[in-house]
């Protein structure tokens, strides 16, 4: 039964090689479609895998079978039980190394300022996914520690981090791209072994993380060009001067 949650998990990496390689072979075509626009666009191909992982976690309330493999794990898991605390910190480690990365010179597709503003709207629409459906679903964790079980936080984050890790990188290393998402599976997986989640709440969890920044990336074109019309509307610009054997500044504010 641990293998399978590990197996589901590494179908969702397999999935995103499949999708990352036709997708790079439709943007790297030699005709029209090459363009910068084509990374931000959000076709049903870069859905597929985020919505089908989101409906498999979601059916698991309807469907017996689905929650009654949630229960056979969590009995499973709970003869090999193995608790950590990493998987606070793990799911953070693939945004980390993004910057790391870049610090040490290995460059992403966005500066600083850009990768920041789209990293932290994929945050605000995780949370405003997560949060809300907790509070509706209200489904009891496996340890009764609460009723705020699906989807997880933890893996929302994790796999929000990982596919943000691949975004930036995808273009220029691809193996490198896909370094981030053993933490996240490492995320999601302890976060069961650790009694916190179903099988069926990670699953949707990395649903939701995925499909935040592939979001995210769709929106950063509207927020750098509102960005872009503020500054243009508003430019400054401090000016010395010398005038009658002094010397000043002149201070300038155009709309």
């Not at 932290?120 to 209200?138: E, F, G, R, Y």
């Not at 930036?168 to 933490?183: A, I, K, Q, T, V």
């Not at 243009?232 to 300038?252: A, D, E, R, T």
């Amino acid at each position: 039964m641990i293998s399978k949650i590990i197996s589901i998990l590494f179908l969702i990496i397999v999935s995103k090689i499949s999708i990352a390689q036709n997708s790079l072979m439709i943007e790297k075509r030699p005709d029209t479609t090459l363009n910068t626009a084509n990374v931000y666009k959000l076709n049903y191909r870069k859905l597929i895998l985020p919505t089908s992982l989101i409906s498999i976690g979601a059916i698991s309330f309807a469907i017996p079978g689905m929650k009654r493999l949630d229960v056979a794990t969590k009995i499973e898991v709970s003869h090999h039980r193995s608790k950590t605390t990493l998987d606070n910190y793990t799911q953070y480690f693939p945004a980390v190394m993004v910057y790391g990365l870049n610090l040490a010179g290995v460059k992403g597709k966005h500066n600083f300022k850009d990768r920041t503003i789209i990293y932290v709207t994929s945050q605000l629409i995780s949370a405003a996914i997560v949060t809300p459906a907790k509070s509706i679903t209200a489904e009891e964790r496996p340890d009764r520690s609460n009723k705020k079980s699906f989807p997880s936080g933890h893996a929302t984050t994790a796999f929000s981090t990982a596919h943000f890790m691949y975004r930036e990188y995808r273009d220029d290393n691809l193996l490198l791209s896909f370094s981030g998402y053993p933490f996240a599976i490492f995320t999601s997986v302890y976060r069961v072994f650790n009694d916190k989640h179903w099988v069926t709440d990670v699953v949707a969890g990395a649903g939701v993380g995925i499909l935040s920044t592939e979001l995210a990336y769709w929106l950063y074109p509207k927020f750098s060009s509102f960005i872009n019309v503020k500054n243009k509307k508003s430019n400054s610009i401090v000016v010395p001067y010398y005038q009658s054997q002094k010397f000043g500044l002149s201070y300038q504010l155009s709309f």
